[in-house]
């Protein structure tokens, strides 16, 4: 009796599901035709790719403090654009500078850097890149501190209770008066 019973309780709800599909409305059409398709549906018409695209660089200008006489730098970030943190500065001051410098972000990030490396150039400075944060939030400035070993990059970035969900990658480049 509990079979029987079970039985029509499940017929009586496929009933009903049957009975709501012929009733429902599709908000946006429907472009199936009647005609048989060359391919089964089931079947995707695409091979999914695996690959995932390259992080493109966003930009931002920052005001810039410290002993090196630099007043303004240039923040190009990504999420997951790769990348080690290291608040020491690398002079981009040639082509296998850049190159060496970029090697280790992620191909839309580093087509980014190398585009604001270039407008950064003005003759009687040179430029420089460092990645000093990876994190959630942007530096806000930095201070560019002439040093022995070269120049100490800063950031202040705000103290922060937001959680992201994958790093963004920050890459500060600056152009400093040559001594």
């Given amino acids: 009796m509990t079979a029987l019973v ?4 499940l017929s009586t709800a496929l009933a009903a599901c049957g009975d709501e599909e012929s009733r429902a409305t599709d908000p946006v059409p429907s472009t199936s035709s009647s005609s048989p398709s060359e391919t089964p549906s089931e079947t995707p018409s695409e091979t ?4 995932t695209p390259a992080p493109t660089g966003q930009q931002l200008s920052i005001p810039a403090t410290g002993s090196a006489g630099v007043t303004e730098a240039t923040v190009v970030s990504a999420t997951e ?3 080690s943190v290291s608040t020491m500065a690398f002079a981009l001051d040639s082509k296998r500078a850049v ?8 191909a839309g990030l580093a087509d980014s850097v190398r585009a604001v490396v270039v407008d950064t150039a003005e003759p009687g400075t040179t430029t420089y890149g460092t ?4 994190g959630c939030e942007p530096p806000r400035s ?3 501190e002439a040093g022995e070993a070269g120049f100490e990059v800063v950031p202040q970035v705000p103290k922060s209770t937001v959680q992201c969900l994958a790093p963004v ?3 500060v480049v600056f152009a400093a008066p040559d001594a």
């Fill in 99 to 106: 190159k060496d410098f970029t090697g280790d972000l992620e």
């Fill in 142 to 144: 930095v201070a560019v």
């Fill in 81 to 83: 654009g790769g990348g």
């Fill in 131 to 134: 990645v000093p944060v990876i």
């Fill in 48 to 51: 999914p790719s695996e690959t």
């Fill in 6 to 9: 079970l039985a029509l309780g």
């Fill in 169 to 171: 990658t920050y890459v």
